[in-house]
Nanobody, 121 residues
Framework: QVQLVESGGGLVQPGRSLRLSCAASGSIFSITAMGWYRQAPGKQRELVAAITSGGSTNYAESVKGRFTISRDNAKNTVYLQMNSLKPEDTAVYYC???????????????WGQGTQVTVSS
C-alpha cells in the first residue's frame, strides 16, 4: 500500500506565503517523479510544478518566479513553497507521485487527498 499525505494548506492574504508538504509512505522501491496539481471550481485539474528524482523541474507559466518545488529523497517528501500568492491561486492542491513499488515493476501514479488553499483579503 502507498499513501500520500499533504499538509500546509489554509487561508492566507494576497502577497503572503505558504508551504505545502507531501510525504509518501508504504511499499516503495523508487519514486521517479513527484508533483503538485491544483483544481479550482469550474476548472480542470492542472499541473502546478513537478520534479524528477534527478532534480529536473517543470512549472506552470502562471507560477514561475513565485513557486518553488523541492524534494527530500531520503524522506520521500516533496514541498511547494508558494510566495506572492494571488486570489487566482485559490484551489484544491493535490500531491502526485510516480512510484515503482518493486524492482522491475512499471511506475504507477498515486494521488493525495488534496488540501485547500484559499487566497483572499
Amino acid at each position: 500500500q502507498v499513501q500520500l499525505v499533504e499538509s500546509g494548506g489554509g487561508l492566507v492574504q494576497p502577497g503572503r506565503s505558504l508551504r505545502l508538504s507531501c510525504a509518501a509512505s508504504g511499499s516503495i522501491f523508487s519514486i521517479t517523479a513527484m508533483g503538485w496539481y491544483r483544481q479550482a471550481p469550474g476548472k480542470q485539474r492542472e499541473l502546478v510544478a513537478a520534479i524528477t528524482s534527478g532534480g529536473s523541474t517543470n512549472y506552470a507559466e502562471s507560477v514561475k518566479g513565485r513557486f518553488t518545488i523541492s524534494r527530500d529523497n531520503a524522506k520521500n517528501t516533496v514541498y511547494l513553497q508558494m510566495n506572492s500568492l494571488k486570489p487566482e491561486d485559490t484551489a484544491v492542491y493535490y500531491c502526485n507521485a510516480e512510484i515503482q513499488r518493486r524492482w522491475g515493476y512499471p511506475p504507477v501514479n498515486y494521488w493525495g487527498q488534496g488540501t485547500q488553499v484559499t487566497v483572499s483579503s
